[in-house]
């Protein structure tokens, strides 16, 4: 059989942490796959820190399954068969010189995917969220951030939406991270939680408020298959993984007075209704379909090479 070994330095569990973590465990059952992270939830060794370090460690493997910019970078200066999950639409010239020398990219969404014939394009998937609603929140209409507390997130534009809202509400972030955010009586911070399909079952509205390049958001597809409506800035590829109108509100990026009409629209909505709209539209974003497609790719990275065909 294959070796594989996926590598990730990210720090922190990211949306792409979360997804290595996630199809870490369903790969396995079909390749032999070693890893190395800088994480232990996404279930492997401690990754070396230096690119010579990362280059050594990738001796003796059919494949390099690199999950972060870092590792691709690393992995494109050696001699071996690799594969790029691009989990953020940005790319520096670096990056596009790594794309072009692995075997395939996959990209997360159409937006900010590299060209060539070697990109798939593959979005995240998420498990069913299903849970009781969490006990632990305060009373009333409740609209939920999730992910990490740091400027390009757009915290400080959800808490100047809230103060701009026909309806009453509160703002529950949850996440880690301590950015400075504006000090309202309705914005309720709930630190680091593991328990996102209750805090999602409890939730009126998902607020995704980027002022960043997102890719394929997992805060949002988790949102739709908890059937949760969502307002989200129109971002990277948040546009590829919603139905404008239907499972979600887009608006512009800093935009607090669209941003807060969006949440008095959602807030007023057929919640049932929503409800079976979000969970039909997210059967599209699964887990084990998101596994399926990476499995295959992974398929074609082990293909041998076509030969160069020269003319007689």
């Excluded at 001796?59 to 790029?84: E, H, I, M, Q």
């Excluded at 951030?145 to 809202?165: F, P, S, T, Y």
């Amino acid at each position: 059989m294959a070796r594989i070994l996926l590598l990730d330095h990210g720090k922190t569990m990211g949306g792409g942490q979360v997804m290595a973590a996630r199809l870490l465990p369903l790969l396995r059952e079909r390749f032999s796959i070693d890893a190395l992270a800088a994480r232990p939830e996404i279930g492997g060794a401690p990754i070396p820190e230096g690119y010579r370090a990362l280059r050594r460690a990738m001796k003796g493997y059919d494949l390099v399954y690199c999950n972060t910019p870092r590792t691709a970078l690393a992995a494109s200066t050696t001699n071996r068969t690799f594969l790029w999950h691009k989990h953020s639409p940005g790319t520096t010239w670096a990056q596009r010189i790594a794309a072009r020398r692995a075997r395939r990219v996959i990209s997360v969404s159409r937006r900010g995917a590299p060209g060539g014939g070697n990109v798939r394009v593959i979005p995240n998937g998420v498990p069913r969220m299903e849970a009781p609603p969490a006990r632990d929140l305060p009373p009333g209409r409740r609209i939920l951030v999730l992910g990490r507390i740091e400027r390009e997130k757009g915290h400080d534009v959800a808490v100047e939406a809230l103060a701009r809202m026909r309806t009453r509400a509160k703002l529950l972030v949850a996440g880690p991270g301590d950015w400075y955010l504006p000090s309202s009586p309705d914005v309720v911070l709930l630190g680091y939680r593991d328990d996102v399909p209750a805090l999602l079952a409890a939730a009126d509205v998902l607020l995704q408020p980027s002022r960043c390049e997102e890719g394929a958001p997992l805060s949002v597809l988790e949102a739709q298959m908890a059937g949760t409506p969502v307002v989200a800035t129109r971002v990277g590829g948040v546009p590829e993984i919603v139905a404008d109108g239907v499972t979600a509100f887009l608006v512009p990026k800093e935009d607090a007075r669209a941003m807060a009409d969006a949440l008095d629209r959602a807030l007023a909505v057929d919640r049932a209704r929503w409800k079976e709209q979000g969970r039909a539209h997210a059967s599209r974003f699964t887990l084990a379909a998101c596994a399926d497609a990476v499995a295959a790719v992974i398929d074609e990275c082990l293909a041998p090479s076509p030969k160069p065909q020269f003319a007689s």
